[in-house]
């Protein structure tokens, strides 16, 4: 089945800053990659989300970039800002345009866990 | 528009002792997804329903079940409660089949003591 590694586990950045988070994936028939935000006491929250058939998303101060052939795709966050502290997952699912009892089901990586400073 | 809701927020129970879990989904959402979030650790896929049947189930052991009502709610039920299955278990529904762009309820912190 798939596996989803991310890295770094925890990541401190000055206010400001960018934050970079890694994410790879195993199974070369996933095509749809979304990150969550989870923060203390709610439910991971969408931010983004990027299919197989794109190579990089931009929403404000995020970013998603997918490299298909390293099967790796990345979150980026610019002028980081305290509100961004939280947990963030990355996720991997064979759903779009996909058939089968796989599809819907996401395999999530272990989290990043997201200290801004002021 | 009202969010995906979980009840009861939190839920203690003692070992052996069977736990009910239940989920709103959005209305108009028809996929109900669930998964286990251990302490420390990522979210692991339990059961998805769709259309009142269970469309993939994860590796989970046979104690973990559920079902999803005519009017889309579900309930995941764990029967033979371990310690090990203290967690917190998030419901998340989606509109497209797919399962793209789920969105999650705030979940059900289960403590089994």
Redesign the interface.
Known sequence: GENVE?HPSTLSVQEGDSAVIKCTYSDSASN?F?W?KQEL??????II?IRSNVGEKKDQRIAVTLNKTAKHFSLHITETQPEDSAVY?C?A?K????GG???????????TILTVHP | EAG?TQSPTHLIKTRGQQATLRCSPISGHT?V?W?QQALG?????LL?Y?EGEE??R?NFPPRFSGRQFPNYSSELNVNALELEDSALY?C?S?L????????????TRLTVV
């Open positions: 991310q749809y979304p969550y006491g709610k439910g991971p929250q969408l989300d997952f996720a699912s759903g779009f345009g996909a009892t796989s599809y819907g089901k996401l395999t999530f990586g272990q989290g | 995906v996929s997804y998964y650790l990522g979210l692991q896929f998805w769709d469309r993939n994860g998030l998340a989606s497209d089949l797919r399962g793209l762009g789920y969105t999650f309820g705030s979940g």
